[in-house]
C-alpha cells in the first residue's frame, strides 16, 4: 500500500511514536491514524510489536507489515522507509531514573504548534499560573539557539526561568535551567534542572503523532531523578500541566504553523520558534504548516 493522503514525503518518511509498550498486548488489536492513514498493530506470538496500514478493516492480513521501532517505552513506526533509528535520549537508559509514560493526549492543532508551543517559555506566568511561573516574574531572559547540521536539530541553552513549582517533586519557588533539544520535525525534548540533584537534569519528552494536519496525539514521556513520588502524582502533575495548554493551542489560529517569518511578529523571546520554523522549512516539510510563499 503506497497510495497514501500525505504526499510529503518527509513527513512520509518519519519515525513516530503511536503507543506505550504497556498498552499494546498480544491477541489485541489496536487502532489508530497516521497521516490520515488508519493503521493497526498488536503483539505477536514471539512478542514482538507489529504494524499495518489498512483501509477500514483492521483485521486483515497484516503483509506487509510496517517498520517498527521499541524505543523509550513507546513503539514507533512509519509509513516510508526511514533513514536510520529514532533520535537518542540517553537518559533513558540511566538506572536511577524514573521512567514514565506521563500520559497521551488528543488535541485539536497541527504538530508543529503543538512543538512550538512546548519551546515557550513566555506564557508560564499566565497560562500555568503559580506552578510554572508568576507575575512579576515574566521575562524571558536571553538565551542560545544552535541549529547543528551534524545532529540534525536544534538546541536551546542557557534558558532560565523562575517558577514556583517546576516538578513534582519541588519544595518552593527557584530559578529553573532547561535546556531544549528538537531532533525530530515533530518532537521536542526537555531538560530541566533536577530539584534532588544539582548536577543533572530530568528530562520530559514530546512525540507528537499526526492524526492530520490540524489534529494530533501527543505522548508525554518523563524520565525522572525521583524516588519520593508515587507514579500517579507525577502524572497528575505533568497532567494539569497539559490540560491548562490544550484550550490555548486549539485556540491558535490558523492551527497550522506559518512558515513565513513575516506571518507572525516575532520577539527576542521566540528565538526558538524562529529557528524552528526556518529549520522546517529548509527541511521541505509541508504537513501541518504554511509553507513560506518565498
Same mark, same amino acid.
Given at each position: ?6 504526499? =510529503?514525503? %518527509? ?6 511514536? @503511536? ?6 498486548? #498480544? $491477541?489485541? %488489536? ?6 490520515? #492513514? ?9 512478542? *514482538?510489536? @507489529?504494524?499495518?496500514?489498512?483501509? $477500514?478493516?483492521? *483485521?486483515?492480513?497484516?503483509? /506487509? ?18 533513514? $536510520?533509528? %529514532? ?12 521512567? @514514565? ?10 504538530? /508543529? ?34 541549529? +547543528? ?20 517533586? +519541588? ?11 528538537? /531532533?525530530?520535525?515533530?518532537? !521536542?525534548?526537555?531538560?530541566? !534542572? !533536577? ?16 492524526? *492530520?494536519?490540524? #489534529? %494530533? ?13 508515587? =507514579?500517579?502524582? @507525577? ?8 490540560? #491548562? =495548554? ?13 512558515? =513565513? ?10 528565538? +526558538? ?18 509553507? +513560506?510563499?518565498?
Amino acid at each position: 500500500m503506497s497510495n497514501f493522503i500525505c504526499n =510529503d514525503p %518527509v513527513a512520509l518518511n518519519l519515525w513516530y511514536a @503511536i503507543s506505550a509498550l504497556e498498552e499494546v498486548h #498480544q $491477541g489485541d %488489536v489496536g487502532q489508530s491514524v497516521l497521516l490520515e #492513514q488508519p493503521i493497526a498493530y498488536t503483539r505477536n506470538e514471539a512478542g *514482538n510489536v @507489529i504494524a499495518w496500514a489498512h483501509e $477500514g478493516d483492521p *483485521n486483515c492480513d497484516p503483509n /506487509p507489515t510496517l517498520p517498527v521501532k521499541e524505543r523509550f517505552g513507546y513503539f514507533w513506526t512509519s509509513l516510508g522507509t526511514p533513514e $536510520g533509528d %529514532v533520535f537518542p535520549i540517553p537518559e533513558y537508559g540511566e538506572a536511577d531514573r524514573r521512567n @514514565i509514560h506521563a500520559a497521551s493526549f488528543g488535541v485539536n492543532v497541527s504538530a /508543529p504548534r503543538m512543538v512550538e508551543n512546548f519551546l515557550d517559555m513566555g506564557h508560564f506566568p499566565y497560562v500555568h499560573t503559580d506552578i510554572l511561573g508568576a507575575e512579576p516574574h515574566t521575562e524571558v531572559k536571553d538565551y542560545f539557539v544552535e541549529v +547543528s547540521e551534524e545532529r540534525d536539530e536544534i538546541l536551546a541553552t542557557n534558558c532560565k526561568f523562575w517558577q514556583p513549582m517546576a516538578a513534582a517533586a +519541588s519544595d518552593g519557588g527557584a530559578d529553573v535551567e532547561y535546556i531544549y533539544r528538537v /531532533p525530530h520535525p515533530y518532537c !521536542s525534548v526537555l531538560y530541566k !534542572s !533536577s530539584p534532588l540533584d544539582e548536577a543533572r537534569m530530568d528530562v520530559i519528552a514530546i512525540f507528537v503523532q499526526p492524526f *492530520n494536519q490540524e #489534529q %494530533v496525539r501527543v505522548h508525554m514521556m518523563l524520565s525522572l531523578l525521583d524516588e519520593a513520588n508515587e =507514579d500517579r502524582n @507525577i502524572r497528575l502533575f505533568q497532567q494539569t500541566i497539559f490540560g #491548562q =495548554d490544550k484550550p490555548i493551542l486549539e485556540n491558535q489560529h490558523p492551527k497550522r504553523l506559518p512558515l =513565513d517569518p513575516r506571518a507572525e511578529t516575532p520577539i527576542r523571546a521566540d528565538k +526558538s520558534a524562529i529557528a524552528y520554523r526556518r529549520w522546517l522549512s529548509d527541511k521541505g516539510i509541508t504537513y501541518g504548516v504554511i509553507p +513560506s510563499a518565498a
